[in-house]
């Protein structure tokens, strides 16, 4: 069983810069590939990143290529996701998940949920 917790999201401006983390606990988070994922109010849960077990691949949602960033020290059972250049567009609840199996970009792939960290981008 994996615990995940996410926290650093907050209030930014537009252009500003936040960095997430993911901490795991109850498994070593190496043995997964991990994503991160948002939900904006009345929308659909989206993938924005992923980054294989041994963080030597990262997948991007077209809307984060360029802007975030995905990495991972497994030494601290850590995922993070560093945001730049923020618009109001990426206002949302930002999860961790670990990926269990299936494509990488899709939110049934993966399993062991955080709580969510708000993430609100201001104009």
């Known amino acids: 069983q994996v615990q995940l917790v996410e926290s650093g999201g907050g209030l930014v401006q537009a252009g500003g810069s936040l960095r997430l983390s993911c901490a795991g606990s109850?498994?070593?988070?190496?043995?997964?590939?991990m994503g991160w994922f948002r939900q904006a109010p009345g929308k659909e849960r989206e993938f924005v990143a992923a980054i294989s077990f041994s963080g030597g691949s990262t997948y991007y949602a077209d809307s984060a290529k360029g802007r975030f960033t995905i990495s991972r020290d497994n030494a601290k059972n850590t995922v993070y996701l560093q945001m730049n250049s923020l618009k109001r567009e990426d206002t949302a609840v930002y999860y961790c998940a670990a990926h269990i199996g299936g494509s990488l970009y899709a939110a049934g792939s993966f399993n062991y949920w955080g709580q969510g960290t708000q993430v609100t981008v201001s104009s």
């Open positions: 109850g498994r070593t988070l190496s043995r997964y590939d």
